[in-house]
């Protein structure tokens, strides 16, 4: 992560806020304001001033460092699917294949 001494899920809800309260030039309007019809509005004191310098090519650069440096997870198949063929099914010579479909109303 770019802040790698925080964990991700304490800044989740601040990002989602951002989200929220972004302008959309294409909308002309925030995704706050197109859902509650109003701007959200924010208390001064929950904004604290960053310490900082952020210069936002700088900010871009090790960004998209940190995003090269990620891969994937190896996905992991817990337990198995068997499927179940009873052993009469090899000699019979007529099933009966019933299907479950959803009936029209009259």
Not at 19 to 24: A, C, D, G, I, Q
Not at 78 to 105: A, M, P, Y
Request: net charge neutral.
């Amino acid at each position: 992560m770019v802040h790698g001494s925080v964990q991700w899920t304490t800044v989740l809800p601040t990002i989602l806020l951002g989200f929220r309260t972004t302008w959309k030039e294409d909308l002309q309007a925030t995704p706050a304001e197109m859902i509650y019809g109003t701007p959200i509005m924010l208390l001064g004191e929950f904004l604290c001033p960053s310490k900082q310098n952020a210069d936002s090519a700088t900010f871009v650069g090790r960004f998209r460092e940190s995003m090269q440096r990620l891969s994937p997870l190896t996905t992991r198949h817990h337990g198995q699917n068997t499927i179940f063929v009873s052993k009469d099914l090899t000699t019979c010579s007529h099933i009966f294949l019933r299907t479950d479909s959803i009936l029209t109303v009259l």
